[in-house]
């Protein structure tokens, strides 16, 4: 049976033929590639050996793997591709931020905060509780701070970890994290604007914004956790 990985989300599948669609990123078949059984188990006694070096078991396997002879024959074949340039300034910064996961990590900040605020503003709107509605502006502002960060780090793991991919799934992914910016800042500036928006006869229509900003981050988020667990 061959594997196949998808090139986008990398995303494994077993089969004679890569399937017409990634079940979990939604790209074509063509963006499949095809990986060898045999070195998918390799990775894995490399790791267990590397642990126990001091042992005189992991001693006695020292000699199988020719470390000697590999190093100089990777640096002299002629076939060899040169070493990289290494990055500096803004594309280091970029690569960092992938490597240590500055947007799952960021974005749990307004994934925290919006529920509560959604909260307060109900309460605020329901009991006509002012001081519910200034804790939830509160709430609102650590988000408006938090999301500039968490769209720049979004943009750029897309792009960089997905290749840009304009599939539906990244298609709807972007939408919802678009309503829920332009949700939270109607709401934020339009409390601003009139403090007292929640007991006027359009506070309904206030209370629905912030319910759909809260949808759209929810949505956003279940579909980023499709992508990291391919589940």
Not at 6 to 19: A, E, L, M, Q, T
Not at 47 to 75: D, L, N, V
Not at 206 to 212: A, G, Q, S
Request: net charge positive.
């Amino acid at each position: 049976m061959k594997v196949w990985q998808c090139s986008v989300c990398k995303y494994i599948h077993r089969g004679d033929s890569p399937p017409e669609k990634c079940p979990i990123c939604g790209v074509d078949a063509s963006k499949f590639i095809e990986i060898d059984e045999a070195s998918i188990p390799e990775k894995t006694p490399r790791k267990k050996s590397a642990a126990p070096k001091s042992s005189s078991a992991a001693a006695s396997t020292r000699p199988e793997p020719p470390a000697s002879k590999t190093g100089p024959a990777k640096t002299g074949s002629p076939g060899a591709a040169p070493p990289s340039a290494p990055e500096k300034g803004f594309e280091r910064i970029k690569s960092l931020l992938i490597k240590h996961h500055a947007h799952p990590v960021s974005v749990h900040t307004p994934n925290g905060i919006l529920p509560a605020a959604v909260v307060l503003w109900v309460i605020a709107w329901v009991f006509s509780y002012e001081l519910a509605g200034k804790a939830a502006f509160i709430n609102l502002i650590f988000v408006i701070l938090a999301l500039p960060l968490v769209i720049f780090t979004g943009i750029l793991e897309w792009k960089k970890k997905y290749n840009g991919a304009m599939t539906m799934i990244f298609k709807i992914k972007i939408l919802a994290a678009a309503l829920t910016t332009v949700s939270c800042a109607i709401t934020f500036i339009w409390y601003l604007v009139d403090p007292g928006i929640l007991s006027s006869s359009k506070a309904w229509v206030f209370v629905l914004i912030n319910l759909i900003m809260l949808a759209g981050a929810g949505i956003a988020g279940h579909i980023g956790g499709k992508l990291v667990f391919k589940d």
